[in-house]
Nanobody
């Protein structure tokens, strides 16, 4: 059974930085597509960034490209989302999700939440003016 545990997040002023980590238990991340989603109150869930745990290729949503960085930590079997230049519109609950590595294939839409089998409980990120 795969389990995901998120850590990090919190509150920061606009322009600041926060990080989120997702630890994976029960499966090797090198065999997974690991993705962060976020959902703000009253809004639909949005895919933020994904990483192929095998080859390290990363995908970003246009809204975070250049500000967020997703990296793997194979020693800790985890992924880290570094968020810089945070904006108020980044305020949301962030969820870590894991799916088959094929979800991160170039010819596949990694942003579809239905393709992910395992989810963390979520971590809050709040950005104030």
């Amino acid at each position: 059974q795969v389990q995901l545990a998120e850590s990090g997040g919190g509150s920061v002023q606009a322009g600041g930085s926060l990080s989120l980590s997702c630890y994976v238990y029960g499966y090797d991340i090198s065999r997974l597509c690991m993705t962060w989603f976020r959902q703000a109150p009253g809004k639909e869930r949005e895919a933020v960034a994904a990483i192929d745990g095998g080859d390290g290729i990363v995908f970003y949503a246009g809204s975070v490209k250049g500000r967020f960085t997703l990296t793997p930590d194979k020693l800790q079997n985890s992924v880290k989302l570094q968020m810089n230049g945070l904006r108020q519109e980044d305020t949301a609950t962030y969820y870590c999700a894991a799916g088959n590595r094929l979800v991160c294939a170039f010819d596949h839409d990694w942003s579809r939440s239905d393709d992910y089998n395992y989810w963390g409980r979520g971590a809050q990120v709040t950005v104030s003016a």
